[in-house]
């Protein structure tokens, strides 16, 4: 019983001496969890809808100017476009929907809103066509009532004067008209049309771009970690140092060798995914590889950053859950803009969320370079940024002659 309580003793000394440890079992459930109630318990937007051609259009009242905006169409397209809008709905007859086409649960949202609305439409509908049956029954009710005055006069004539005043009145009958013909309640249907996607865009080909960078980035931030981690714990590294060889050398020579096989890595996985997986593409298989190495890079510059504050493998994958969990649900996997301001700049700090964007961009909306050039120009500032530190980090704790 000794050996089993000096056995507890000595883990509970192991584990209060190891701070990160002990931070990892209570901060990052705390801090994981809180990223999760702040996902899953935000509000779901409301839909960004717009409503054209409708200064003559008898279904307006359907369509609620605080859900609607009022458009033209031109600015109608544009802010589809540009992503500030989820579906715009012509109010020409037949009524058409123009959605954007690149999310199904925003097309999902903004389809609901605008089937709740149609209803209206159509009671709007049944109620035109109840005031017109309304009046037929009215204009025959005063033709019948017309007819019977003049039989009635044709009866005293003929009963007072002679049969031959009969014709004289037959001529004085005021004639009616044909009664109107009823319209059919006129049924309203949607002519739906996608900007990007269509109606067979399923929730993999949503995410899938959200996917591809996560993938990449979270099997080259163990691989490159774990690997530069063994170069110090090795003496690799000590040795190096030790040689004339430059800091900024170390670094980027860590950055190209480990970068032949990201590349080859990042290929594999994306062609994967395109070929194999049929997950939606239209855009330009190079544009998509191009970001997925950049954000490789990013990656692998982050890994040889955080390596130089872990002791062995196991503090490297401490960091996993701090690193990859947080931007998997700031990715854009999730929509965040109903979250706090400060959650969204925290999204906004983080690479996967460029390339999310990014790919997103080239796969779904087929963009081209205009598309994603902004994206990868703060995919590339990441990495510059953890390679210059790594640098630093490198001269810190490089030996000084003496």
């Not at 949503?206 to 003496?235: D, N, Q």
């Not at 859950?321 to 301001?341: A, E, H």
């Not at 990014?358 to 598309?371: D, K």
Request: glycine fraction near 4%; aromatic fraction near 10%; hydrophobic fraction near 50%.
């Amino acid at each position: 019983m000794s050996n089993l309580f000096a056995m507890a003793r000595r883990i509970i000394r192991q584990i209060l001496r190891d701070k990160r440890t002990l931070a990892l079992l209570i901060v990052a459930p705390l801090l994981i969890l809180t990223l999760v109630w702040y996902i899953f318990g935000a509000k779901t937007s409301e839909p960004h809808l717009a409503v054209i051609n409708y200064e003559n259009s008898d279904l307006l009242p359907a369509f609620k100017a605080a859900d609607y905006q009022r458009m033209s169409p031109l600015e109608a397209h544009q802010a589809l476009s540009d992503k500030t809008l989820d579906a715009y709905v012509d109010l020409k007859n037949p009524v058409k929907v123009h959605l954007e086409g690149s999310d199904p649960s925003r097309n999902g949202l903004a389809m609901n809103k605008i089937q709740k609305s149609m209803q209206k439409v159509q009671q709007i509908s049944i109620a035109k066509v109840q005031t017109q049956l309304k009046n037929v029954i009215q204009n025959q009710q005063s033709a019948i009532q017309s007819q019977q005055k003049t039989m009635k006069q044709m009866m005293i004539a003929i009963q007072r004067y002679a049969p031959s005043a009969l014709a004289t009145i037959q001529q004085q009958v005021p004639k009616h008209g044909q009664p109107t013909k009823m319209q059919a309640p006129e049924k309203v249907s949607l002519d739906v049309s996608y900007l990007h996607g269509n109606s067979n865009l399923n929730t993999f080909d949503a995410f899938g771009p959200a996917m591809v960078g996560i993938f990449v980035f979270l099997f080259i931030f163990m691989i490159g970690g774990v690997s530069f981690l063994r170069e110090r714990t090795t003496g690799t590294l000590d040795r190096l140092m030790a040689s004339p060889i430059k800091n900024y050398q170390i670094i980027w020579g860590y950055m190209i060798g480990f970068g032949l096989f990201v590349i080859v890595q990042s290929f594999i996985l994306t062609c994967y995914l395109v070929y194999v997986l049929k997950i939606y593409d239209i855009g330009s298989l190079v544009d998509v590889l191009i970001i997925v190495f950049i954000l490789s890079f990013s990656a692998l510059s982050l890994s040889i950053l955080l390596s130089t504050a872990a002791k062995n493998e196991l503090q490297m994958f401490q960091f996993i859950p701090l690193v990859i969990v947080p931007q998997v649900f700031l990715s854009g996997l999730f929509p965040i803009d109903t979250l706090p301001r400060w959650v969204q700049v925290i999204g906004n700090l983080m690479p996967i969320h460029y390339s999310t964007e990014a790919l997103r961009n080239i796969m779904i909306r087929g963009t081209g370079f205009a598309g994603w050039w902004l994206d990868g120009l703060a995919l590339i500032a990441f990495s510059l940024v953890f390679i210059v530190i790594n640098i630093f980090a490198i001269r810190a704790s490089r030996p000084v002659a003496s």
